[in-house]
């Protein structure tokens, strides 16, 4: 019963500090992707979505990555592609990437909990 108990009380905890379980899902301010320079595609991460979560990028192309979190610690995933790109609590962080093979590609929060609570989108190579 104890072993219960703390294994309930370990959960609540882990979900409260990944954003907190039923937090609700505010509307992002993210710039949008077509703003700055040619060749940047520029996303904000917040816990529950990716704003863009559809992008659309030339094959062959080198792109820059502009990673923002609107709240906690997150990271933009391609796993069949290698591509990790980690960003820290309200940071914003730059990664150029080139995308050699034509393809859909999802890309995800690695971060324990954050895939599963929604944050996953689509990288597609035109």
Known sequence: M??????VVVLLTLLA???GY???KETPTAVPPAAGKPGEVAVTA???SFTPSDITVKQGESVTVKLTSADVGHTFTIQELGINIQVGSGQTVTREIKIDRAGTYTFYCAVLGHRA???EGTLKTE
Do not use: D
């Not at 104890?2 to 294994?7: F, G, I």
């Open 17 to 19: 500090a990944c954003g």
């Open 46 to 48: 917040r816990y529950g």
């Open 2 to 7: 104890k072993r219960s108990l703390v294994a």
């Open 117 to 119: 609570a929604g944050m």
């Open 22 to 24: 039923g937090a609700p």
